[in-house]
């Protein structure tokens, strides 16, 4: 055997060594790809169980949950203006789960004095332990009109869409 020949017979002969080698590697990288998708799969699952738990422990029951919304709305706007108001209110969306919070619902509600309507805008509300609807925040319709960008910052964008419209505010340009 010639010298020109050995290196080529030495790469050979690492070839037959590398070769397993490198499919047992791939095979190790194939196996812990599927592992990471089982696992994030498995997380996502799990988290997606906690904030339905969530939802399930805290949003009043299907038969009292408008009752319930009506009582705490009107209580909250009684006290927020000092007057016997009666809340008309319509969805926006909800519910919407972060983490471990209570649930948030969000609505359009007018404000009645007797037949008069006094004020109206958007709420933001959280389900608690079944028998409560806190209000979180309420921003008036001419808050919106005023400071229309604020709406955005405070409310999902599937919610302002439907404030903007029922505010018959132009949407600011992102």
Request: hydrophobic residues 40%; aromatic residues 8%.
């Given at each position: 055997m010639t010298l020109e020949h050995q290196p080529?017979?030495?790469?050979?002969?690492?070839?037959?060594i590398?070769?397993?080698l490198l499919r047992l590697g791939c095979a190790f990288v194939a196996m812990g790809a599927l592992?990471?998708?089982?696992?994030?799969?498995?997380?996502?699952?799990?988290?997606f169980q906690i904030a339905k738990s969530h939802v399930?422990?805290?949003?009043?029951?299907?038969?009292q949950f408008e009752a319930i919304t009506t009582r705490d709305l009107q209580s909250y706007f009684r006290e927020?203006?000092?007057?016997?108001?009666?809340v008309k209110w319509e969805w926006l969306m909800g519910?919407?789960?972060?983490?471990?919070a209570y649930p948030k619902f969000y609505f359009w509600v007018q404000i009645y004095e007797g037949d008069v309507l006094i004020d109206?805008?958007?709420?933001?509300?959280?389900?608690?332990?079944?028998?409560?609807?806190?209000v979180t925040d309420y921003m008036s319709t001419d808050t919106i009109r005023a400071n229309?960008?604020?709406v955005c910052w405070l409310f999902p964008k599937p919610a302002c869409e439907g404030i903007f419209a029922r505010a018959n505010v132009t949407p600011p340009s992102p």
């Open positions: 080529q017979q030495k790469w050979a002969e690492r070839r037959k590398l070769r397993p592992f990471f998708i089982m696992w994030v799969g498995m997380m996502l699952y799990v988290g399930d422990a805290n949003m009043p029951p299907t038969e927020r203006t000092g007057k016997p108001v009666r519910p919407v789960q972060t983490g471990i109206e805008g958007a709420v933001r509300v959280a389900a608690v332990a079944q028998t409560r609807m806190d229309p960008q604020r």
